[in-house]
């Protein structure tokens, strides 16, 4: 499974669990915009880090932090790497 998918199919789930309403996820809506709420976005980012095994966040020495769900993907993918 892609970095990409696994990041789609765990904001699904979170969303669910926690009965957000989703909006459409394209690369370019912006990330407040989703649905989602800090608390999704904990557990997505812990969820995350299980399914993927690291954190971007806790080694980003960039202060750009994601603002769009591309943005956000790509983080995790330049991570990777």
Known sequence: MS??????????????EQNRKLATLTDDV???????DSLCFAILVARL???LGFDPFS???DTNYPVTMGDFI???EDAAQ
């Open 30 to 36: 912006v990330l407040m915009d989703t649905g989602l």
């Open 74 to 76: 790509k983080f995790y």
């Open 49 to 51: 880090e299980d399914a």
């Open 3 to 16: 970095i990409r998918s696994t990041i789609l199919t765990q904001v699904e789930q979170v969303a669910n």
């Open 59 to 61: 080694s980003a020495d």
